[in-house]
């Protein structure tokens, strides 16, 4: 029993110790640890009893502990799946039609897929067009064989086992690639899906830069999180890294 209890403790210590050196300390979290409370996960009452620096390393630890297959799991550089080869068990492939088209991977897991036809159904309507997914699940080892060959040379890529593509929720869209400038035309989509997507759970990672995300700007790339979370982001105008972490509080390698 003992052992047990002595064992747990150090365990939460190297814990604490390993979130220190990852987490900067944030003068005034932005982040209601009330959130977390209704999730079920945060053993604390009254969020006055926690200091800032508290509230933001509890925040942290929270996203980055969960399951590999919690839709809100974080994993981003430097911050990979707890289980490295991590496959989704709910994978289903993307099925072609008036308004979703594919180019490129085509397996998404199913809550992220339900939603993406909705998107796409929306936006057609809009548009009148097709959304085209370039790319969608990618396996640890496809990852690791892209940073071998192509990724060395855009230098875009997430190591394998952390990237959201192979959590299964995240796709890259052609029509919200707007930064070349031949692709100007496709700024009308990109905005629109930056005032729409979270309605149906999506959210654009990485849209503020290497500084705030870890890499460099991709209008093309979208996660899955859920409409909740999806919301609360649009709402105060965040990124996934900068709701875990803290605003300006992660410092990248
Ligand atoms: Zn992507």
């Not at 979130?19 to 900067?24: F, Q």
């Not at 690791?144 to 990724?151: F, L, N």
């Amino acid at each position: 029993m003992w052992r047990w209890v002595i064992g747990g403790t150090v365990g939460v210590l190297l814990l604490g110790c390993w979130m220190y050196e990852r987490v900067a300390v944030l003068p005034s979290p932005a982040l209601s640890i009330q959130s977390l409370q209704r999730k079920g996960n945060i053993p604390f009452s009254n969020e006055h009893t926690l200091s800032g620096k508290q509230s933001a390393e509890m925040h942290a630890a929270f996203y980055l502990a969960l399951p590999d297959d919690n839709v809100e799991k974080y994993v981003g550089k430097g911050v990979p799946l707890s289980d490295m080869q991590y496959v989704p068990v709910n994978l289903v492939e993307l099925e072609r039609s008036q308004t979703l088209h594919i180019q490129g991977e085509r397996l998404l897991r199913k809550e992220a897929y339900e939603q993406l036809v909705q998107l796409s159904l929306a936006f057609y309507e809009q548009f009148q067009q097709p959304l085209m997914v370039i790319s969608a699940y990618r396996s640890y080892q496809y990852q690791k064989q892209q940073i071998a060959e192509s990724c060395k040379v855009s230098g875009y890529c997430a190591r394998e086992g952390e990237s959201e593509h192979q959590l299964g929720l995240a796709v890259d869209l052609r029509e919200a690639t707007n930064e070349a400038t031949f692709l100007a035309q496709y700024q009308q989509y990109y905005d629109w899906l930056m005032a729409n997507a979270h309605l149906y759970g999506f959210h654009q990672s990485y849209q503020k830069g290497k500084a705030t995300d870890g890499y460099a700007i991709e209008p093309w790339h979208w996660r899955y999180l859920g409409k909740e979370l999806a919301k609360q982001l649009w709402e105060q105008q965040m990124t996934f890294s900068e709701w875990v972490f803290g605003t300006g509080s992660k410092q990248w390698e």
